[in-house]
């Protein structure tokens, strides 16, 4: 029986990640085809936030400049051009009700699977809204590259300003990953997930998502910054920082061990339960 056993959960988790593959395929365009990395300036930046608030209250409204908008059936999708792809990222909307939730994979290539696990908890139906980054963090000289959590006028900036505002009380999630083996302190190095939210002084919001997170996903260990771990605080991350300038308290940035992010990728019970944390409290 356990040879059997264990050959139906080989069989399960190579077929949960097909279906994850063929869909991050779908939603992810190559990081390799960026023409370079543009920031915008402050009076475009405030031109994409008006746009994204009205694409997220309106069906008719129109993108951002710079993005092209698909619609589908429920989905609607804001990519460059591919003879246009300067990193300003691709956002996706769901138009059926949903928890007020963005999920935003900022580093997706250079965080592995952080891509993969916002386009599967997207598809699972999760959250009203997701967004990855269209250029590489680190560049090549083939393939210019930057980093959106660095720049306070970046599309995603923009982006989750306008989810703020037209969600006053729902939570923007980043999914982030390190290297345990790379911290410098022993808190860093033990724990699974960190969650922050850039600031010295987190809210209970943040508190209760940890909680949450903890009693789910145990024996994972979930440590929160800066109680319980100084590293990995999000400090200088502008889109907190944005959020926290406009009175916004549902901002979370979680830090995730690449065995975590392998493990929510393959496995739905688990990414089910991550996800219920999420949404847990929105309004």
């Known amino acids: 029986m356990k040879p059997a056993s264990r050959a139906a959960r080989i069989v399960l988790v190579i077929g949960t990640m097909s279906i994850v593959a063929i869909l991050a395929s779908r939603l992810l365009s190559p990081l390799d085809r960026a023409r370079g ?6 009076r475009e930046a405030g031109q994409a936030r008006e746009a994204f608030a009205a694409i997220l209250t309106d069906a008719a409204a129109a993108p951002p400049a710079g993005l092209r908008l698909t619609q589908g059936e429920d989905i609607r999708v804001l990519a460059e051009a591919a003879e246009d792809c300067r990193g300003r990222g691709t956002y996706l909307v769901r138009d059926s009700a949903a928890a007020p939730l963005a999920i935003l ?20 139906g999760i959250g009203r809204a997701a967004a990855w980054n269209s250029a ?13 959590t660095r720049h306070a006028t970046h599309h995603l900036t923009a982006f989750s300003l306008a989810f703020a505002q037209t969600h006053p009380q729902g939570r923007i999630v980043q999914l982030h990953g390190f290297d345990g083996r790379k911290r ?27 909680d949450c997170l903890s009693r789910s996903l145990h024996p994972w260990r979930v440590a929160v910054y800066p109680g319980d ?18 009175g916004f308290a549902g901002f979370a940035h979680l830090e995730m061990a690449r065995p975590v992010r392998r493990a929510l990728v393959e496995d739905a019970d688990r990414r089910r339960r991550f996800a219920r944390c999420l949404e847990t409290g929105l309004a």
């Open 105 to 124: 994979a900022p580093h997706r290539g250079s965080d592995l699977d952080t891509g993969t696990l916002a386009a599967a908890l997207f598809d699972d």
């Open 229 to 246: 771990v100084r590293e990995l605080g999000a400090l200088r991350n502008r889109q907190g920082r944005a959020l926290r300038e406009i």
């Open 37 to 42: 990395f543009l920031v915008p300036s402050a």
């Open 136 to 148: 590489p963090r680190r560049g090549k000289d083939t393939c210019p590259g930057g980093d959106p």
């Open 184 to 210: 410098d302190s022993r808190a860093a190095r033990l724990a699974d997930i960190i969650v922050s939210e850039g600031s010295e002084t987190p809210g209970e919001r943040l508190y209760d998502l940890a």
